[in-house]
């Protein structure tokens, strides 16, 4: 016999259960429970997505990152939080200009202009975002 060959016969001959043991199969998962811890991680994944998708959807629309549906006879030039739900809004309708109060109780004429308010071009699309952003990040937001 080789060393190797006596090693292994002294192997069997201490421990004969070990060989037993370590050939035998582990033991079945039933496939129902399988099929539903598969199924949990799936619903919980999915959940997590459309918790991810809701968040982003009302952070675009409190930071006003979405375009307003507007017509042409109405448009909103400004507008400026007064409050935590207030706002002051400048509107054009025609050719002329009003301010409104915007709040929890309603919507109020504060004021129909005599004189048009000339306001400095906007930059639309990529800029704004980016314009938007920069005012986040240095602590004061940009309204």
């Keep these: 016999m080789t060393g190797g060959t006596r090693l292994a016969g002294l192997a069997l001959a201490?421990?004969?259960g070990a060989t037993v043991w370590a050939a035998a199969p582990a033991p079945a998962?039933?496939?129902a429970a399988g099929a539903a811890?598969?199924?949990a991680q799936v619903a919980v994944s999915l959940v997590l997505i459309v918790g991810v998708i809701i968040?982003?959807?009302?952070l675009a629309t409190r930071l006003r990152l979405t375009p307003r549906a507007g017509s042409s006879g109405l448009k909103v030039l400004a507008d400026?939080?007064?409050g935590p739900k207030e706002r002051v809004v400048l509107i054009k309708v025609g050719d002329a200009q009003a301010l409104l109060g915007v709040g929890a109780d309603g919507v109020r004429s504060l004021s129909l202009l005599?004189?048009?308010?000339e306001l400095p071009p906007e930059v639309n699309g990529a800029g704004a975002f980016a314009e938007r952003l920069k005012g986040l990040i240095s602590g004061g937001?940009?309204?």
């Design 29 to 31: 998962v039933p496939a």
């Design 80 to 82: 400026v939080a007064v």
């Design 55 to 58: 968040a982003l959807a009302w």
């Design 14 to 16: 201490v421990a004969p």
């Design 37 to 39: 811890a598969g199924f």
């Design 114 to 117: 005599e004189r048009v308010v």
């Design 141 to 143: 937001a940009k309204p």
